[in-house]
């Protein structure tokens, strides 16, 4: 299930003293199965990006393709599009609004027409991938702590079954506890079920400890694009735009620099710590 931006460009205020370009010219293709981190400072064009790709904006020019589909072609069913590619939004529990947290995550797949029997079945199938307990589902969505909630309004978006998931900062305002739990998650999601996920987020080490690409973003534009490691090589072009590498990346580039035999690649504290050990042990 593959998602193609060609030539997208998206103009706020178009034909106005107030216009603002947003997107510039963002050529990207994400294929199926694939964990990436979309990063960039505050103003840099990601959530402006992430809402072309279910349709909730429209380019100003370019197109957005979705399997081969363009969904801009005026009869293009947006709504299906809608339930392939899941959008949760930045604090998502701020759209809860149900009785019982069974019955929020039910709202989603009822409108798509199912049975009550599969709109239950898909509710409670969402609800246990995102570690809810079954004791909760009818509790108020207002009972549950800050990180519950995060997981329920990202359960009521799995119980569309897209086919990529796409997170704008999930981790926001939660303390650390909350934060490793829902990231915790959002991996083993992706394990079970080789989703396409895209992780919005400002935090270099969540990216460097959980996706597989990176595509960074600068007034606009697309100005990296790989590995997270090779992307974190460029850290001072990163640090010159706003945003920085990991810890682990300044740390591992320090003992290079101070005479240590290790691999500044390393992003992570694991890694940094298997690298300081190997030489360690070269001497």
Do not use: W
């Not at 003293?17 to 010219?25: E, G, K, N």
């Not at 293009?76 to 899941?86: A, H, W």
């Not at 529990?93 to 995550?105: I, S």
């Not at 960074?216 to 974190?232: A, C, H, K, T, Y």
């Amino acid at each position: 299930m593959s998602l193609i931006l060609d030539h997208v460009n998206y103009i706020y205020g178009e034909d106005t003293s107030m216009a603002v370009a947003a997107l510039r010219d963002v050529n990207l293709v994400m294929g199926d199965g694939e964990f990436i981190g979309l990063i960039g400072h505050t103003g840099s064009g990601k959530s402006t990006l992430v809402q072309q790709l279910n349709g909730l904006l429209a380019p100003t020019s370019g197109s957005v393709y979705f399997n081969g589909n363009d969904i801009g072609d005026k009869d293009y069913n947006r709504k299906e599009l809608r339930s392939k590619v899941g959008l949760v939004f930045q604090y998502p529990e701020h759209q809860l609004f149900e009785v019982t947290v069974f019955e929020d995550v039910c709202f989603g797949p009822k409108n798509l027409g199912l049975s009550p029997k599969e709109v239950e079945l898909r509710a409670y199938e969402a609800l246990k991938q995102v570690g809810i307990s079954d004791e909760q589902f009818y509790q108020s969505p207002f009972e549950l702590s800050g990180g519950q909630k995060r997981r329920v309004a990202i359960a009521g978006v799995l119980a569309m079954k897209p086919d990529i998931l796409i997170l704008d900062e999930p981790t926001a305002g939660l303390d650390p506890k909350g934060r490793d739990e829902i990231l915790g998650q959002i991996r083993k999601l992706k394990e079970e079920t080789g989703m396409t996920i895209i992780l919005v987020s400002h935090s270099m080490e969540d990216v460097a400890e959980y996706v597989d690409r990176i595509i960074v973003m600068n007034q606009g534009s697309v100005i990296f694009d790989g590995l997270p490691r090779e992307v974190f090589r460029h850290y001072d072009e990163l640090e010159k735009i706003g945003l920085a590498a990991p810890q682990m990346t300044y740390v591992m580039n320090r003992l290079q620099q101070e005479g240590f035999s290790v691999n500044a690649d390393a992003i992570t504290i694991e890694e940094a710590k298997q690298e300081i050990l190997k030489s360690l042990k070269r001497g």
